[in-house]
């Protein structure tokens, strides 16, 4: 009986550490790599040559919405993950998780994605949560972040409200959780001082703490928004990651190099920052982050009487605000709308067109029609912002994309294509136009992001590493997702393996669910 479940064999071999390729062979058992080297002469159950191809790690995506969005659940096998070579997630972002989960303020915290009331949820705490996800078969490995806003959400508001935050935060992080994320210009986001924000960050752990940000302001105060992470860093000393790292908006794109130059200093000054973006102009994101911060912040109910209030001074400086960013609504696609079925899929200009209102208005009604629940696709992302980005030796690839299975379009949600397409999307944008080489996109994908978070056995293929390998064609990579029409897999993706049973087999899904549930050790 053979030593090897698995060979791979006469491939080139990225390791994910940002070296030349090496051609060797693979050799798998159970779910590990067992030797890398010479394997010709050795036989196994299955043979793979991968001749002509290239093999890496598993990529590894940071940032990523399955959990929050539920398809963990609907959507097991998370093929339109699996498609583009992505082995491993990450949840729990952007605030927002499913753990700890304590009772109705939890519920409205994930309400924005998911209808609470028609899933079971039986748990309370991060372990009872990765507990539960243990029963559970996925055909992707996954952690998860715990979200500050979904914590502060089941807080008291009273004296004791900040000991609770840390406690919970701090549980979570012992348990399993791979650090904190936040987005600070959340709607109905409790808001602190930086300085007890940072009082926080340093009591649950500090320099051992990473804290992973949804920016408060990625428009024209997007600097202000990196100087103020970067001060509670400084004070409390833990990492700081920027999710989906970009200036959105025209007249916010000079700002970028400002940006990278202030991430570039923060460094300097001994800040640990990181960040990770996707390849694509258009951002998919909630309709109502095009408006101004104060609006986001307030409760919900608050919101949607100014939006009911066609008299109201504040509902009347939002549409000048909303005049004054200069949108393209021709350009501005819905892409779910919770009540509207019958606007997906349409730009808020022929909306309005439709009902004969202007496109500040529409954007308005829409919001007060659907609870504020829409989400939108926006051209709103520099090309060459994200090529001096991606050049950046501390930016990682990340789709800020939801798992979906082979069957599971759905008219009333337009998913980004991101989705579907991101990391082939990011071949062919960075390497084909000669940003990046293979090498330095595949670090981008795999040790990089493994590195980040503190997964030490993913990432890069050495012995006695978890099985997560992809091997696809580099002459045949395309993206195939559109805007239009997201349900479609990408070329090139030819295996993937996680923790050593292939879910990808020549290009098809096998609907085997190896997935593992990965906690911070």
């Known amino acids: 009986m053979s030593k090897y479940s698995v060979i791979i064999k006469n491939g080139e071999v990225f390791d994910g550490k940002g070296n030349n390729p090496q051609k060797v062979d693979i050799g798998i058992s159970g779910d590990e790599i067992k030797e890398i080297g010479d394997l010709q002469k050795e036989a196994a159950a299955e043979v793979i040559d991968a001749g002509g191809k290239y093999v890496a790690p598993g990529f590894i995506d940071l940032t990523n919405h399955s959990d929050t969005h539920w398809t963990l659940f609907t959507h097991p096998g998370q093929e339109s993950m699996v498609a583009q070579g992505i082995t491993t997630i990450l949840g729990g972002n952007c605030g927002s998780s499913l753990a700890p989960f304590l009772g109705e303020s939890s519920a409205k915290e994930i309400n924005r994605w998911v209808d609470v009331s028609k899933i079971n949820i ?49 549980l979570s992080l012992d348990q399993g959780a791979f650090g ?46 990196i100087s103020r992470l970067a001060g509670i860093a400084r004070k409390s000393s833990v990492k700081l990651h920027f999710s989906h790292f970009k200036a ?21 000054e001994g800040v640990q920052l990181t960040y ?28 949607k009487e100014i939006l009911t209030s066609k008299e109201d001074k504040k ?27 019958g606007v997906v899929g349409k730009t808020i200009e022929e909306i309005g067109k439709s009902s004969g209102n202007s496109g500040e208005e529409t954007v308005l009604n829409l ?15 520099s090309e060459e ?27 009333a949600d337009l998913p980004h294509p991101r989705s579907f397409g991101t990391f ?29 978070v503190g997964i030490n056995d993913r990432g890069v293929i050495v012995e006695n590493n978890k099985a997560d390998i992809v091997i696809f064609d580099p002459t045949k990579i395309s993206d195939n997702a559109t805007y239009v029409k997201p349900f479609q897999f990408p070329n090139g993706i030819e295996f993937v393996f996680v923790n050593g049973k292939a879910v990808l087999n020549g290009g098809k899904f096998t609907k085997e669910l190896p997935g593992s549930i990965l906690r911070k050790k």
């Open 315 to 341: 509902r009347q400086a939002l549409k000048d605000y909303l005049n004054k960013i200069t949108l393209h609504y021709g350009n501005i696609i819905v892409a779910s709308a919770a009540n509207e079925f």
């Open 122 to 170: 039986n748990w309370r705490t991060m372990e009872g949560f990765f507990l539960e996800m243990e029963k559970h078969k996925l055909g992707v490995n996954f952690g998860t972040f715990v979200g500050f806003n979904t914590v502060c959400q089941t807080a008291p508001g009273n004296k004791e409200e900040l000991k609770d935050i840390k406690f919970l935060l701090k």
């Open 180 to 225: 904190v994320s936040t987005s600070f210009g959340a709607p109905g986001h409790k808001t602190f001082t930086d300085e007890e924000i940072a009082d926080v960050f340093k009591k649950i752990g500090g320099e051992k703490v990473l804290t992973k940000h949804h920016l408060e302001d990625e428009g024209e105060n997007i600097l202000p928004s």
């Open 385 to 411: 912002n994200i090529n001096m980005l991606a050049t950046d030796e501390f930016s990682a690839v990340s789709t800020d994309g939801v798992g979906y299975g082979v069957l599971s379009a759905d008219e």
């Open 424 to 452: 082939p999307r990011a071949m062919e944008m960075l390497v084909k136009k000669e940003i990046l080489d293979w090498k330095n996109l595949i670090y981008k994908m795999t040790g990089l992001p493994a590195k980040i």
């Open 248 to 268: 959105l908006g025209r007249s916010s794109w000079k700002f970028f190099l400002g940006a990278m130059n202030m991430a570039r200093n923060a460094r300097a």
């Open 367 to 381: 919001l007060e029609v659907n609870d504020l629940r829409v989400s939108v696709f926006n051209e709103v992302i």
């Open 276 to 303: 990770d973006f996707f390849p694509y102009t258009k951002t998919g994101s909630s309709l109502i982050m095009l408006l101004p911060a104060w609006f986001r912040k307030l409760p919900v109910k608050e919101a």
